[in-house]
DNA sequence: AAGTCGGGGGA
DNA sequence: TCCCCAGACTT
């Protein structure tokens, strides 16, 4: 087992990418790197790094930003309660660390958004204290090269994992062996087609040995995916229009949408009229449409949604209904679900 | 233990 | 299509 940690930081030391956070040792941007990162590849979160970095140098920045503005910066990305659970941090560590960000693994632990691995990663690369990361990447290698068939979404595998990295971190080179674990799965044991001819395991390698390599990582569960149906009321009123911000539990938390019903089932234009969500806004009347987009389908990782967008006419305004009334020049302001930015540069809307 | 939370990219 | 990504949180 002495091998693993000896040829991977070697390996690491002469592979590693050139990143922005590799070249720092302000634990702050380190922090913001690894909740970007989660469950986000590398080439997708760079860029939304170096906004952050740019708009909030430092912890105390963070804090005092407007919410909006956070998500704003985030937008596109996904998985929102990141962003919301990265400014509510930065301002638990402004209040409660004097905005010094903690240096001991449970402190780390305990700030929203942080789990094991997001906190053992901080706390070795950071700060060299030893506990091992776990997370895609480090499955996918120790199955690999260990040949372990333990599901790695079940509890047994979890700590069967965690367990195993652990007896493998060589205790002063926490920062580089974690680093260099994640770095080698991304860019050699990688999901699809590993460059298993020039791994520097293939000799030891017991997944190799046995060609179970595409077979490892096991994994137990899949996901349900479920279709929603999304018709977008859009008010345009001389030059305004109205949008609203989501709450509660469902998808896209703290984003902005249009007034929206929802349904079940596919919805046409009549159908849509006859709603009683919709007669009853005005009172029995039918609106005016005066525009009915093309069906936009957007896929996420549980949901295929089916959105409509439809324009109705100013007379009917909602101005009975509890919608923000924005200038549509002032559109790009807020942040929206990647589905209504595409809908938003259509209409040229935004630009 | 199972569900839920985004969006992009590769094969 | 399906799978995965420097996972965390809620139920």
Same mark, same amino acid.
């Given at each position: 087992?002495?091998?693993?940690?000896?040829?991977?930081?070697?390996?690491?030391?002469?592979?590693?990418?050139?990143?922005?956070?590799? *070249?720092? *040792?302000?634990?702050?941007?380190?922090?913001?790197?690894?909740?970007?990162?989660?469950?986000?590849?590398?080439?997708?979160?760079?860029?939304?790094?170096?906004?952050?970095?740019?708009?909030?140098?430092?912890?105390?920045?963070?804090?005092?930003?407007?919410e909006d503005k956070v998500?704003?910066?985030?937008?596109?990305? @996904?998985?929102?309660?990141?962003?919301?659970?990265?400014?509510?941090?930065?301002?638990?560590?402004?209040?409660?660390?004097?905005?010094?960000?903690?240096?001991?693994?449970? =402190? #780390?632990?305990?700030?929203?958004?942080?789990?094991?691995?997001?906190?053992?990663?901080?706390?070795?690369?950071?700060?060299?204290?030893?506990?091992?990361?776990?997370? @895609?990447?480090?499955?996918?290698?120790?199955?690999?090269?260990?040949?372990?068939?333990?599901?790695?979404?079940?509890?047994?595998?979890?700590?069967?994992?965690?367990?195993?990295?652990? =007896?493998?971190?060589?205790?002063?080179?926490?920062?580089?062996?974690?680093?260099?674990?994640?770095?080698?799965?991304?860019?050699?044991?990688?999901?699809?087609?590993?460059?298993?001819?020039?791994? #520097?395991?293939?000799?030891?390698?017991?997944?190799?040995?046995?060609?179970?390599?595409?077979?490892?990582?096991?994994?137990?569960?899949?996901?349900?995916?479920?279709?929603?149906?999304?018709?977008?009321?859009?008010?345009?009123? %001389?030059?305004?229009?109205?949008?609203?911000?989501?709450?509660?539990?469902?998808?896209?938390?703290?984003?902005?949408?249009?007034?929206?019903?929802?349904?079940?089932?596919? %919805?046409?234009?009549?159908?849509?009229?006859?709603?009683?969500?919709?007669?009853?806004?005005?009172? @029995?009347?039918?609106?005016?449409? #005066?525009?009915?987009?093309?069906?936009y389908k957007h896929i996420?990782?549980?949901?295929?949604?089916?959105?409509?967008?439809?324009?109705?006419?100013?007379?009917?305004?909602?101005?009975?209904?509890?919608?923000?009334?924005?200038?549509?020049?002032?559109?790009?302001?807020?942040?929206?679900?990647?589905?209504?930015?595409?809908?938003?540069?259509?209409?040229?809307?935004?630009?």
């Amino acid at each position: 087992m002495d091998f693993f940690a000896k040829r991977l930081i070697k390996w690491y030391n002469f592979n590693k990418r050139e990143l922005p956070w590799r *070249s720092t *040792s302000d634990p702050y941007k380190i922090w913001l790197s690894e909740i970007i990162l989660q469950q986000t590849q590398v080439n997708q979160g760079l860029s939304y790094y170096l906004k952050f970095i740019e708009h909030f140098p430092t912890v105390k920045d963070l804090a005092k930003a407007p919410e909006d503005k956070v998500m704003k910066l985030w937008q596109g990305l @996904g998985y929102y309660s990141r962003a919301r659970n990265l400014h509510e941090a930065a301002k638990t560590i402004v209040k409660e660390h004097n905005a010094g960000f903690p240096q001991s693994y449970n =402190e #780390i632990r305990a700030l929203k958004g942080v789990g094991d691995y997001t906190a053992a990663a901080i706390a070795s690369i950071a700060y060299g204290l030893p506990h091992a990361v776990v997370d @895609g990447n480090v499955y996918r290698v120790l199955s690999r090269v260990f040949e372990i068939e333990t599901p790695i979404d079940s509890t047994a595998g979890k700590k069967e994992f965690y367990e195993l990295a652990n =007896e493998l971190l060589p205790k002063k080179s926490a920062a580089d062996f974690n680093q260099a674990i994640m770095e080698f799965g991304a860019l050699y044991c990688r999901p699809q087609n590993p460059d298993c001819a020039n791994c #520097i395991f293939n000799d030891k390698c017991e997944a190799f040995r046995t060609q179970k390599v595409n077979q490892l990582p096991v994994k137990a569960k899949k996901t349900k995916v479920k279709d929603r149906y999304l018709n977008y009321i859009v008010f345009v009123d %001389n030059g305004y229009t109205y949008i609203n911000k989501r709450e509660g539990k469902d998808i896209w938390k703290s984003l902005y949408e249009f007034y929206l019903i929802e349904s079940d089932k596919r %919805n046409n234009e009549a159908n849509l009229l006859k709603s009683k969500e919709l007669v009853k806004i005005w009172k @029995g009347k039918a609106p005016r449409i #005066i525009n009915v987009s093309k069906e936009y389908k957007h896929i996420l990782s549980h949901q295929n949604l089916h959105a409509r967008f439809y324009q109705i006419a100013l007379e009917n305004s909602p101005h009975h209904l509890k919608l923000k009334k924005v200038k549509i020049a002032q559109l790009n302001k807020y942040a929206f679900p990647r589905l209504i930015e595409k809908y938003l540069k259509d209409e040229d809307l935004i630009k």
